[in-house]
């Protein structure tokens, strides 16, 4: 099919079809990993033997930085959502995720972002604090320098990007199943990706204000985290944990989905347990939010929240072990002898692995040892353990397992055996002495130890058995160069797996998208193969004419519409690229260029929206006697989805900061007005604000009713756009003059600073929503909106009353809680 | 579309009944976590106040009301299917749904019943060291 065919020449980096910038993410995580594994060896080489003065102290803060940065940030989070780009399409039998540009545009922005921090490490700008940067080692007193601002702009951007992703995800697994195959049906990746997503909705936000926090203090001082005027340090260990526990968790449970697909597969039997299975991802989703203070065991919180997540911490080893019990029934139960493959041998791995660093995690918990243990290699051996057997093995049993997928040929056997072995000895001989020399008392983080102290020999064991992984990874690399073809005239299912991506493929994916019956369609279809391949199922051609795929309602997955998909583009190109110069430049403090590259990437952005949102083309017919309409508004629509998605996001960043706020005034009520500060000012201010932002929502609707007919213009609706943005524009500005001629200046105290960021968020929100508005507005103007066609209309309708109930809130919080403490 | 069930379930209703138990679980901690340090700051800056009495009540009020609710959903998953699916359960997958509710619902039980179980024992408000 011609509309599918990749962009070739110096035309490839417009290319959005996700087999082909699915390669350019994995590949680029890829990258990722065997960068932060060099510095990795670097480090391992200091610390061989005892009072090495090979790197210096200052470079090896910078190493462990980096290193735990990296592998986190931009190898584990984006290697699982590219997994998810990649794989999940094929396995839902869809054509393609539903905003292929939007993924395109997180990819390259990931890369060039994180290419760009990576770097850092060359010119000695890389950040000393330490992966999880706590204050106040990251302010401007003890860090002085860009080093920090390079960690704090670059790690927010990427993760605006895994959002972006986020949303596509779980659009992606809602929307783009092929139909029969409802939610009960849904094989276990996509249930482990949903999940994953879900995650990263309610985890990110977090992270994302400490940075903005962190940043607004170092950049202009507003005290959040520094003592004198009445901030907290422990405010960022809170926000960040709040992430980085379930963190682990996010990067753990798409790798057991992984496993959970192969599995099956090499047992030749159905999963025992699905809904144990499923149960499990959930469980383990929801309990590891409940974990975020087991972090700071040793900081001094009361004893009975202690108790709360010393069991926590405990309850969220069940699930997993649910899941390894499962893994063995089917290994048990299946029809024939467990297959001995090269991914059957790095899922065995992972087992040996993942268990032991449970264990250690067990001990972990146990409040008393973790007073011992706290800071100590012991734990630098147990978070390996649970993060290299927990994602690192299943990844390299996936690349061995869906190579043929992609790729003409599959992975060698012989050599995969070698990568294998290499890698599971190395990573044992690398970290089990880890846990000797952790309770003989060696601190983590050190640059070196003295001699005498009897850590010698441990010490240079654990740096061969690094060179032992770095061996295996090489020969994986030897192994790819080798067999690694692109293109898929590969066998179709060489494992003989139950599971849609194994149909015959092309990069559009399938010929026809099956009608699904039961979970493994490919085992329990017969001939299932050949129908696809001669377009038997639905949507053997292309009514449209362009890129489509269909939409199938969320539970049921009975077909609904047909989506109509953009094709390559450079706009979401140099979208990301001015985003990521935006990002880069603000942190060197070019703030002219950087603006500039700001304005610029909004534009691009536009030109890019602008492109979508084509008018309908009637109802089709799809194949089996079904018709569908290829347009479709309202919360049916997957634009509309994805907007509610986006809310969420908005909403926990917004739930974050009024933690944030109430957790400040725990921590030094002095400051608060009325004590420390100025009172708010008076009602009238307030009151006139959300008057604004009621009013504005009305103005919205009676534009909606204003909207005119198909080919038609309305000047009314138009104006009344245009009011309802200046109305939102008003009410920030409102809220912000009256606290300022109370004399309140966001820099005097932590409480002045928490009143200006309820002002900054909802002006962040009111910025989006009024770009959205005008530009509704142009498309209002050039007769490309009206009644039928209103989907960018919605989008800024959705927006504007979230921003404004956000807007309201806000309000209250910070006019309404300072009258409560008089 | 009899290729297809007859039937359409909201997704929202769905999704709140698959996370009956989770979503229980959530709201107890996040009030019974919330609750005690508000209420300890506030006894900190009042004398008066007795803070242990009404973080016991506080607790022992939303573990009982939390509890009761997400056992009942794993004990009789029916009700709660009707009420948010509007509709009853007909197929297997339904089955499988509800499946999944009850064991999460099940697990959430166990968590709830433990936090509010050592607000008993343990003293409130003090440091952990
Ligand atoms: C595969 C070979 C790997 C080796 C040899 C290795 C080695 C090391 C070493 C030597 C440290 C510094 C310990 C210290 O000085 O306290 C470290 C820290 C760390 N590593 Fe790795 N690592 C590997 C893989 C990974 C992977 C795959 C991840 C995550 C997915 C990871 C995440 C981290 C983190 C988060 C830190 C802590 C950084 C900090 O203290 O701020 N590592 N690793
Ligand atoms: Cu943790």
Redesign the interface.
């Known amino acids: 099919m011609r509309i599918w065919k990749t962009p070739t020449g110096w035309r490839l980096p417009t290319a959005v079809n996700n087999t082909v910038i699915g390669l350019l993410y994995i590949g680029a995580a890829f990258l990722f990993f065997v960068l932060a594994g060099i510095l990795a060896l670097v480090m391992r080489i200091q610390l061989a033997v005892g009072d090495q003065r090979i790197v210096t102290q200052e470079l090896y803060n910078q190493l462990f930085t980096t290193h735990g940065t990296t592998m986190m940030f931009l190898f584990a989070v984006p290697a699982v959502e590219a997994l998810g780009v990649m794989l999940l399409p094929q396995m839902l039998a869809a054509r393609d995720l539903p905003f292929p540009r939007l993924s395109a545009y997180a990819i390259w922005a990931y890369v060039i972002g994180g290419l760009v921090f990576f770097s850092t490490i060359f010119y000695d700008l890389a950040p000393q604090g330490g992966w999880f940067m706590y204050p106040p080692l990251t302010t401007t007193q003890y860090s002085p320098g860009n080093n920090a601002d390079f960690w704090l702009l670059g790690i927010g951007f990427i993760e605006i990007s895994a959002i972006a992703g986020a949303i596509e995800i779980v659009v992606g697994t809602l929307r783009t199943r092929p139909p029969g195959m409802t939610l009960a049906k849904m094989p276990i990746f996509a249930w482990s990706m949903l999940i994953f997503a879900g995650m990263i909705i309610f985890a990110f936000p977090a992270v994302i204000l400490a940075t903005m926090l962190l940043e607004l203090e170092r950049a202009f001082g507003w005290p959040f985290f520094s003592a004198e005027l009445g901030g907290d340090a422990l405010l960022w260990q809170h926000l960040f944990w709040f992430f980085g526990h379930p963190e682990v968790y996010i990067i753990f449970l798409p790798a057991a989905g992984l496993v959970s697909m192969m599995v099956p597969t090499f047992a030749q039997t159905p999963l025992v347990g699905y809904r144990l299975i499923v149960v499990a991802l959930i469980a383990t989703g929801f309990f590891s939010f409940g974990l975020w203070v087991h972090h700071m065991f040793t900081t001094g919180i009361p004893t009975l929240s202690l108790a709360f997540f010393s069991a926590a911490s405990m309850a969220v080893s069940i699930p997993s072990g649910i899941q390894v019990f499962s893994w063995i029934a089917t290994i048990a139960a299946g029809r024939e002898r467990f297959r001995m493959t090269v991914p059957s041998l790095f899922i065995l791995g992972f087992l040996f692995i993942f268990v032991l660093g449970g264990l250690t995690g067990v001990m972990v918990a146990m409040v008393p040892f973790d007073w011992q243990v706290h800071d100590s290699y012991f734990i630098v051996a147990h978070f390996h353990y649970v993060l290299v057997g927990g994602m690192v093995f299943p990844l390299f049993a996936t690349f061995y397992y869906w190579a043929p997928m992609v790729s003409s040929r599959m992975l060698s056997e012989r050599l995969g055996r070698w990568t294998f072995w290499l890698m599971f000895m190395g990573f044992n001989v690398t970290f089990f002495p880890m846990h000797i020399v952790g309770l003989q008392g060696m601190p983590r983080r050190v640059w070196t130890y003295p001699s005498m102290m009897g850590w010698d020999l441990l010490n240079t064991i654990s740096t061969i058995g690094a060179f032992i992984i770095a061996a295996g990874v090489l020969v994986f690399i030897i192994d790819l160069a080798r067999n690694f073809r692109f293109g898929q005239v590969g066998p179709d299912n060489p494992w003989g797996a139950g599971t849609l991506e194994w149909l015959p493929n092309d990069v559009y994916s399938t010929r026809s998208i099956p009608l699904v019956r039961s979970r493994e369609p490919l085992w329990d279809q017969q001939n299932l193969a050949e129908e696809v391949k001669n377009g038997h199922h639905f949507l053997p051609g292309a009514p449209t004419g362009g890129r489509e795929t269909v939409v199938t309602t969320a539970i049921e997955a009975k077909p609904q519409y047909i989506i109509q998909m953009p094709g390559p583009s450079w706009t979401h190109l140099f979208a990301a690229v001015f985003t990521a110069a935006f990002f880069l430049l603000l942190t060197i403090k070019a703030v002219t260029i950087a603006i500039t590259c700001g304005v610029l990437a909004v534009a691009s952005c536009l030109i890019w929206a602008w492109q979508l949102d084509r008018p309908g083309k009637g109802e089709v017919d799809i194949g089996g006697d079904i018709r569908v309409p290829t347009y479709i508004t309202g919360p049916q629509s997957h634009s509309w989805w994805a907007m509610v998605v986006l809310m969420l996001v908005m909403g926990s960043l917004f739930i974050a900061y009024v933690f944030s706020y109430l957790y400040l005034w725990t921590v030094s009520p002095d400051v608060w007005a009325p004590d420390g500060s100025p009172m708010p000012p008076h009602v009238a201010y307030p009151l006139l604000s959300a008057g604004l932002l009621v009013g504005g929502v009305a103005l919205l609707a009676l534009a909606y009713r204003a909207l005119p007919d198909p080919g038609k213009r309305s000047w009314e609706a138009f104006l009344l756009l245009v009011l309802a943005s200046c109305a939102m524009a008003a009410a920030v500005g409102i809220e912000v003059w009256g606290h300022w001629i109370t004399g309140l200046r966001p820099d005097a105290s932590s409480y002045a600073a928490m009143v200006y960021m309820a002002a900054l968020l909802t002006g962040q929100g009111a910025l989006a929503v009024i770009v959205l508005c005008l530009f509704a507005g142009a498309r209002l103007a050039t007769r490309q909106m009206d009644r039928v066609r209103r989907v960018t209309f919605d989008n800024a309708f959705l927006l504007y009353a979230y921003t404004a109930g956000q807007g309201l809130f806000g309000l209250l919080l910070v006019h309404g809680f300072p009258r409560l403490l008089v | ?1 009899s ?3 007859r ?3 909201p ?1 929202i209703g ?1 999704l709140f009944f ?2 009956w138990g ?1 979503i229980l ?2 709201g107890h ?1 996040t009030i ?3 609750g ?3 209420l ?2 506030l006894a900190a ?1 009042s004398a008066d106040f007795d803070a242990a009495t009404a973080i016991r009540l506080l607790i022992g009020v939303t573990t009982l009301a939390s509890g009761l609710a997400s056992v009942f959903g794993a004990v009789v998953p029916r009700l709660p299917f009707r009420l948010l699916l509007r509709r009853r359960p007909v197929d ?3 089955g ?2 509800i ?2 509710m009850r ?2 619902s099940a ?2 039980s ?2 709830i019943l ?2 509010g179980v ?2 008993a024992v ?8």
Request: glycine share 8%; proline share 4%.
């Open positions: 579309m290729l297809f069930a039937h359409d379930s997704v769905a698959l996370l989770p679980w959530a901690l019974a976590y919330g005690q340090a508000l300890c700051t800056s297997a997958d339904d499988t749904l499946g999944i064991l999460l697990l959430a166990l968590g433990f936090a050592t607000t343990l003293p409130v408000c003090a440091q952990g060291r």
